[in-house]
């Protein structure tokens, strides 16, 4: 699988899978021990975001993910 973070290779059996979506090993650790002050905090939220938003809004509250992305 491809990582959601990196877009490098996620190993099936050490990544964190989810929703058909992959964080592989590294992002992972990097993820629980990124501060929200450091660079690339932003951008990994907004990837999660983005993942959680096309899953549970991305039908029933279009406008509402829609707005907020602008
Ligand atoms: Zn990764």
């Given at each position: 699988?491809?990582?959601l973070?990196c877009?490098g290779?996620?190993?099936?059996?050490?990544?964190?899978?989810?929703w058909?979506?992959?964080?592989c090993?590294?992002?992972?650790?990097?993820?629980?021990e990124?501060?929200?002050?450091?660079?690339?905090?932003?951008?990994?939220?907004?990837?999660?975001?983005?993942?959680?938003q096309?899953?549970f809004?991305?039908?029933?509250?279009?406008?509402?993910?829609?707005?907020?992305?602008a």
């Open positions: 699988m491809e990582c973070m877009q290779v996620a190993e099936e059996d050490r990544c964190l899978c989810f058909g979506a992959a964080i090993s590294a992002c992972e650790v990097r993820l629980m990124l501060g929200v002050d450091e660079p690339g905090y932003d951008t990994q939220v907004r990837a999660f975001r983005l993942l959680w096309r899953r809004l991305g039908t029933r509250d279009y406008h509402l993910v829609e707005g907020d992305q």
